[in-house]
C-alpha cells in the first residue's frame, strides 16, 4: 500500500547548521508530495509541496525536490534558526477528489541557540 | 489562500458527556472534509472522511456511533465526540480540500 517514512528523530541542531530530513515514500502512480510543520500546541501548515518529479518546493528557506527515481522528498534547510524548532511531517495524496494525506510519523527537530 | 476555522480549540468535558468540533471553511466549499486524530508525540490517523450531503466514511477501527460526523453544508462539518471517555482525550484536526488544515482541537476528558 501507499506510505511514506521519515526518517526518526529528533534532530538537534545548533542555530545555523544544515538540516537535512529524509523522507522516502511507496505509492503507485503519480502522487503529490508535501511537507507540513506543526509547532507546539497548534495545528498542520502546510509548508511547502511538489505535484510531480524534478519539481522542487520551496518555502521560508526550506526546499525539497521531487525525486521519482529514488521515490524521495527530502527536507533541507541551509541555516536553521531557533524558531524553526518544530515537528514536521512528510505527507503524500493523490490529486483525486476525495483523496486524504497519508502521513509519516513526524521528525522533531531542536535548534538552540 | 484557502483558509480552514476550526472551533473551540481546546476543550475539557466530563466523562460520559458529549463534545461538538466544528470546521468550516472560509474561503472555499470543501465538498471533502477529512477527520484525523493525533495523540502525543504520534502522527496524524485519518479518522473518516465526510461527504457534503451523504454519509460519512469512517476507517477501519473508528466507532462511528462514538464519533459523529455532520457534513450539511459546503462549509460546515461537524464531529461530535459521544459519551467521551479518558481514552477519547486527544488532539483533533479537520482537513478540507484535501490539504488545508484547521487548528486543531485539545480534547480532555475527565
Known amino acids: 500500500g501507499n506510505s511514506v517514512t521519515q526518517m526518526e528523530g529528533p534532530v538537534t541542531l545548533s542555530e545555523e547548521a544544515f538540516l537535512t530530513i529524509n523522507c522516502t515514500y511507496t505509492?503507485?502512480?503519480?502522487?503529490?508530495l508535501f511537507w507540513y510543520v506543526q509547532y507546539p500546541g497548534e495545528g498542520l501548515q502546510l509548508l511547502l509541496k511538489?505535484?510531480?518529479?524534478?519539481d522542487k518546493g520551496s518555502n521560508k528557506g526550506f526546499e525539497a525536490t521531487y525525486r521519482k527515481e529514488t521515490t524521495s522528498f527530502h527536507l533541507e534547510k541551509g541555516s536553521v534558526q531557533v524558531s524553526d524548532s518544530a515537528v514536521y511531517f512528510c505527507?503524500?495524496?493523490?490529486?483525486?477528489?476525495?483523496?486524504?494525506?497519508?502521513f509519516g510519523k513526524g521528525t522533531t527537530l531542536s535548534v538552540s541557540s | 489562500g484557502a483558509v480552514v476555522s476550526q472551533h473551540p480549540s481546546w476543550v475539557i468535558c466530563k466523562s460520559g458527556t458529549s463534545v461538538k468540533i466544528e470546521c468550516r471553511s472560509l474561503?472555499?466549499?470543501?465538498?471533502?472534509m477529512f477527520w484525523y486524530r493525533q495523540f502525543p508525540k504520534q502522527s496524524l490517523m485519518l479518522m473518516a472522511t465526510?461527504?457534503?450531503?451523504?454519509?460519512?466514511?469512517?476507517e477501519q477501527g473508528v466507532e462511528k456511533d462514538k464519533f459523529l460526523i455532520n457534513h450539511a453544508s459546503l462549509t460546515l462539518s461537524t464531529l461530535t465526540v459521544t459519551s467521551a471517555h479518558p481514552e477519547d482525550s486527544s488532539f483533533y484536526i479537520c482537513?478540507?480540500?484535501?490539504?488545508?488544515f484547521g487548528s486543531g482541537t485539545r480534547l480532555t476528558v475527565v
Open positions: 465526510s461527504n457534503e450531503g451523504s454519509k460519512a466514511t469512517y
Open positions: 505509492a503507485t502512480g503519480y502522487p503529490s
Open positions: 482537513s478540507g480540500n484535501g490539504y488545508t
Open positions: 474561503d472555499f466549499q470543501a465538498t471533502t
Open positions: 505527507a503524500l495524496r493523490y490529486n483525486q477528489a476525495g483523496t486524504a494525506l497519508i
Open positions: 511538489a505535484t510531480k518529479a524534478d
